[in-house]
């Protein structure tokens, strides 16, 4: 089976920055889409940012500027790299991705998240 496993959350004082990595592992043929999805307490789950197998990426308005999505393909890991956080940065971060298995079949992954603080 596929697993993807986020890391790299953690508290932080707003101003400052954080890198989260998520690494997909198990039988994977290929990884089209990877995605950041975020949120918070009573809200609902948002994406971020995401990125094509080729390298296109795209933005959610409120993150523009200071976040910047990239991938490793040789590693099967996809980086969030958050620059300039503020408080309503605070959410679990999950990766999603849009993987080709053994057999040529589709396959939709999630991480477990992981906890991002950001203090004023």
């Known amino acids: 089976q596929v697993q993807l496993v986020e890391s790299g959350g953690g508290l932080v004082q707003a101003g400052g920055s954080l890198r989260l990595s998520c690494a997909a592992s198990g039988s994977i043929f290929s990884i089209n889409a990877m995605d950041w999805y975020r949120q918070a307490p009573g809200k609902q789950r948002d994406l971020v940012a995401g990125i094509t197998s080729g390298g296109s990426t795209a933005y959610a308005d409120s993150v523009k500027g200071r976040f910047t999505i990239s991938r490793d393909n040789a590693k099967n890991t996809v980086y969030l790299q958050m620059n300039s956080l503020k408080p309503e940065d605070t959410a679990v971060y999950y990766c999603?991705?849009?993987?080709?298995?053994?057999?040529?079949?589709?396959?939709?992954?999630w991480g477990q998240g992981t906890q991002v603080t950001v203090s004023s």
């Open positions: 999603n991705a849009d993987l080709i298995v053994p057999g040529s079949r589709t396959y939709n992954a």
